[in-house]
Nanobody
């Protein structure tokens, strides 16, 4: 079982920045680097959507809605994945969750992810 704990959410004004962190433990007998690590978000009344995902050698997928503003990164030595969010907009307001996937291809759908964190709230005021 892999445990994922997010941190770094909060309230920020439009145009501001936040950095989310997700610390992984357990790894279910595998190393952290074996997993794709993704960030999802779910706004009120909307479906959860993939924001970005990254694998062990930094191959990445980033959603068009955040491209150029958000950056995903990981530190395999610290078993941690990050989401740097810049130029935040009110429409970025959501609960952000990290997730881990043990797959070969790029996991862009929720069903590809095996483990999930509890989520952290990000609120962007106008």
């Amino acid at each position: 079982q892999v445990q994922l704990v997010e941190s770094g959410g909060g309230l920020v004004q439009a145009g501001g920045s936040l950095r989310l962190s997700c610390a992984a433990s357990g790894a279910s007998g595998r190393t952290f680097s074996s997993y794709w690590m993704g960030w999802f978000r779910q706004a009120p009344g909307k479906e959860r959507e993939l924001v970005a995902t990254i694998n062990w050698n930094w191959s990445r997928y980033v959603a068009d809605s955040v491209k150029g503003r958000f950056t995903i990164s990981r530190d395999n030595d610290k078993n941690t994945v990050y989401l740097q969010m810049n130029s935040l907009k009110p429409e970025d307001t959501a609960v952000y969750s990290c997730a881990a996937a043990l797959v070969r291809g790029t996991p862009t759908i929720q069903g590809a992810y095996n483990y999930w964190g509890q989520g952290t709230q990000v609120t962007v005021s106008s």
